[in-house]
């Protein structure tokens, strides 16, 4: 457990269950507030175990079987890279679940391409993967995007497959500070290099410039926020996302999202009603 610098009586719940379970868990505490991202990491840091998970200190399990679940599920798939799970989410329970992908096991780029599409999402961050797979990504580098979690997501089904426990394993809480709730326009460009990171990821692993998946994960992107978040906060904001591909030189990916992007919103105009 990693304390983010709490004010509050963490340190003594924590304690108690240090003294019931002895040897069991790890607790420090931060000098300062890091920040998620970077509390995220330290924990990571200090973990010991086969798998990983992040459980933030606003949601909680409500599956008993869920971990054992999950890693009975990565140690008899080996191409599993992921594990997710439903979860109930509201401001207090018992709050509902979202419908899922109704398969045992997605194949990982499938995912990955259909991302925020229909069933292609991840309902909570609180899921389940191998330590040893994080070797070869780059993970939790960049404090000020708020969404590092979905860019881990979106690494880890690009080098294999994603499992799905359909059972609500956690409670995620909704409130007035939750990270995602509590974003404006200029958090969302910021967040928004993430899709780029991925993508070249994909680049790196499968050696193909796939400007499709680019496309894909920037529209899905916008429509995600144009869902969940009012229209004049994410109006026009391809631009500015656009701009930071040409600012790390990749004039082609722009052009490409961008005349994609424009061409599908020219469509829809016209169609007829």
Known sequence: MSDNASTDDTYDVVVKYMELHPGQIKYSKNDTNLGPIKNWKNAYQ???????????DDDYFVNNNYLKDAA????????????ICNAFI??????????MLDQRIVYGRDFLFNFWTGRYYVPVISNIFRRGALDELLFWTDSDCKYSDIELWLKL???GNVGIIQVPSVFYRFHGTNIV?????????????????????????????SYDLLFRLVSGYILFLE?????????????PILLHFFR??????????????????????????
């Open 248 to 273: 790390e030189g990749d004039v082609l990916s722009a052009f490409y999202v961008g005349v994609r992007y424009w061409m599908g919103k020219t469509n829809r105009r016209l169609a007829p009603n």
């Open 46 to 56: 200090q973990a010991e175990g086969v798998y990983v998970t992040v459980l933030s």
């Open 181 to 209: 709730t509590s974003m404006n326009r200029d958090d969302f460009i910021v967040n928004s290099r993430f899709l780029y990171r991925v993508y070249l990821f994909y680049r790196e692993v499968t050696k193909n410039r």
């Open 72 to 83: 009975d599920l990565l140690n008899e798939n080996a191409q599993v890279s992921l594990v």
């Open 90 to 99: 509201g401001t207090k329970p018992p709050g509902v679940s979202l419908p």
């Open 157 to 159: 089904m690009i080098i």
């Open 227 to 239: 869902q969940n978040f009012e229209i004049s906060i994410v109006r026009n904001i391809i631009w």
